[in-house]
T-cell receptor, first 110, second 114 residues
Framework: GQNIDQPTEMTATEGAIVQINCTYQTSGFNGLFWYQQHAGEAPTFLSYNVLDGLEEKGRFSSFLSRSKGYSYLLLKELQMKDSASYLCAVVNQAGTALIFGKGTTLSVSS | DADVTQTPRNRITKTGKRIMLECSQTKGHDRMYWYRQDPGLGLRLIYYSFDVKDINKGEISDGYSVSRQAQAKFSLSLESAIPNQTALYFC?????????????FGPGTRLTVT
């Protein structure tokens, strides 16, 4: 089967850097996604990693190590609007859909 | 205009009632999905469809059915609603021509079953 683990909650202050970790177990690997979801809203795409290494996109970066079954999302220069849930997802074993983790709720304070 | 729309946005219904949630998209994507989201449980896949003639069960399909009326429309039905189907429901689409499975989500339908 497939399993995805990420911390339930994290807190940080404005301007800081925060790293949200995600570990996964899957038979076969077709890529890992990070989504951002503000309370009561739809998830929105942040990043996609299929090869090992770091993908940088503005203040957000995502890292993948396939051998360790590990990814992290790095958020720099935190802003209040970054307070949201961050969802880690992997492509399912059949390669037909995404399997989501339970999400990490990040609270940014001033 | 939104690319993926869901109707209704909010619905309160009673136990035993039949209810349909509708999803429409203008993205031209072949693949469509229905998820439910519950606090502490994340997004879970109910059904997905890769084209009008292709319907597949997800991890939690019991108590639900779907209809793919056209490429752009994918409906989710609860034949006899029960309180534990109270949740936030999301429709999503993806493009089969992309190597990844990036999904585009609708705004969600908040369903309450009393």
């Amino acid at each position: 089967g497939q399993n995805i683990d990420q911390p339930t909650e994290m807190t940080a202050t404005e301007g800081a850097i925060v790293q949200i970790n995600c570990t996964y177990q899957t038979s076969g690997f077709n890529g890992l996604f990070w989504y951002q979801q503000h309370a009561g809203e739809a998830p929105t795409f942040l990043s996609y990693n299929v090869l090992d290494g770091l993908e940088e996109k503005g203040r957000f970066s995502s890292f993948l190590s396939r051998s360790k079954g590990y990814s992290y999302l790095l958020l720099k220069e935190l802003q209040m609007k970054d307070s949201a849930s961050y969802l880690c997802a992997v492509v399912n074993q059949a390669g037909t859909a995404l399997i989501f983790g339970k999400g990490t709720t990040l609270s940014v304070s001033s | 205009d939104a690319d993926v729309t869901q109707t209704p946005r909010n619905r309160i219904t009673k136990t035993g009632k039949r209810i349909m949630l509708e999803c429409s998209q203008t993205k031209g994507h072949d693949r469509m999905y229905w998820y439910r989201q519950d606090p502490g449980l994340g997004l879970r896949l109910i059904y997905y469809s890769f084209d009008v003639k292709d319907i597949n069960k997800g991890e939690i399909s019991d108590g639900y059915s779907v209809s793919r009326q056209a490429q752009a429309k994918f409906s989710l039905s609860l034949e006899s609603a029960i309180p534990n189907q109270t949740a936030l429901y999301f429709c999503a689409t993806s493009d089969e021509n992309r190597p990844s499975y990036e999904q585009y989500f609708g705004p969600g339908t908040r369903l309450t079953v009393t």
